[in-house]
Nanobody, 120 residues
Framework: QVQLVESGGGLVQAGGSLRVSCTAS????????MGWFRQAPGKEREFVAA????????RYADSVKGRFTISRDNAKNTVYLQMNSLKPEDTAVYYC?????????????WGQGTQVTVSS
């Protein structure tokens, strides 16, 4: 099992940048593909980005492609989401999640979330 803790959320103006982090404890971090999801008030949780176990493969939702970058540092048990050119519609609680079966697998472990608010 793995425990996930997000950090780095906050308030930023539209057009600004923010980086959120997720640090894992427990079993070997590098054995999990990692993903970021978000949920805005009154909306369903949606996929944002994912990265493979080694970090060599990444995937993005169309809405963030070209603006967000997911990366991981397996030596630090941490996955990052760099968010640039932020828009008010990016406002949400951002969650990291771990998939023990790789990028195509189900995300079985979730963090508690970190709030990102983008003001217009």
């Amino acid at each position: 099992q793995v425990q996930l803790v997000e950090s780095g959320g906050g308030l930023v103006q539209a057009g600004g940048s923010l980086r959120v982090s997720c640090t894992a404890s427990g079993r070997t971090f590098s054995s999990y593909a990692m993903g970021w999801f978000r949920q805005a008030p009154g909306k369903e949780r949606e996929f944002v980005a994912a990265v493979s176990r080694s970090g060599g493969i990444t995937r993005y939702a169309d809405s963030v492609k070209g603006r967000f970058t997911i990366s991981r540092d397996n030596a630090k048990n941490t996955v990052y989401l760099q968010m640039n050119s932020l828009k008010p519609e990016d406002t949400a609680v951002y969650y990291c999640a771990a998939s023990p079966r790789g990028l195509g697998g189900q995300y079985e472990y979730w963090g508690q979330g970190t709030q990102v608010t983008v003001s217009s």
